[in-house]
């Protein structure tokens, strides 16, 4: 994940605007208590989502994986003025520490955490999203996208987490793992789809930005 000089993303942390204390402690505590912390979208990714979200001003926003709760927290403080975000969590047994944060951070009421499985939850959610995040099992991103792309507004986003997948993108695609597969294969569907425009950014895992036309 990491394809920069680490003086270069050292000197980038430094030049960024800094995590308030709720998520400076979330992601000491997620690093500190969490089997896989590396899942946490971290400072600068975290502030990058939150810039997104202020530009867009989104009345509406979809996540699709919450983890600790730490890029649901940067996206909602864009959230223009009643607006609410929706995140999608599968393990149950991170419902309490996300609500805590949720909670710390004062989004409570801006926030609506589901717990369990996307592909089922979203059929279920009659809204019109203006920013969808995609941060869940890789395997899964074209289905997502297919059945969030009707739910997104004209001139609406869809930002979608670790395409690049640490490199592994690049490699021999009959070499590559279920995981990576799935990834190069939706780069190449969101590419090719005539509907959007498209950029994919090397910030730390990669983002792959999608604006619905």
Known sequence: ?????????????????????VLKKLNRETWAKMLMP????????GRVLSMFSHMIKPKHILEIGTF???????????????GILHTIEINDELEEFIKKYFQEAGM???????????LEIIHNLNITFDLIFIDADKE???AYYDLVFDKLSVGG?????????SGKVLLDYEMLDTETKALVDFNTKIQNDNRVENVLLPIRDGLMIVRKK
Request: hydrophobic share 40%; glycine share 6%; charged share 25%.
């Open 38 to 45: 590396r899942m946490l979208s971290g400072h600068i990714q």
């Open 108 to 118: 409570k009421e801006k926030i609506v955490l589901h717990i369990g499985n996307a």
């Open 68 to 82: 600790t709760g730490y890029s649901a927290i940067c996206m909602a403080e864009g959230l223009a003025d009643k």
């Open 1 to 21: 994940m990491n394809f920069l000089d680490p003086k270069l993303e050292e000197y980038a942390d430094w030049h960024t605007s800094e995590e308030n204390e």
């Open 157 to 165: 986003f869809i930002i979608a987490d670790n395409v690049l997948w």
């Open 140 to 142: 899964n991103y074209s």
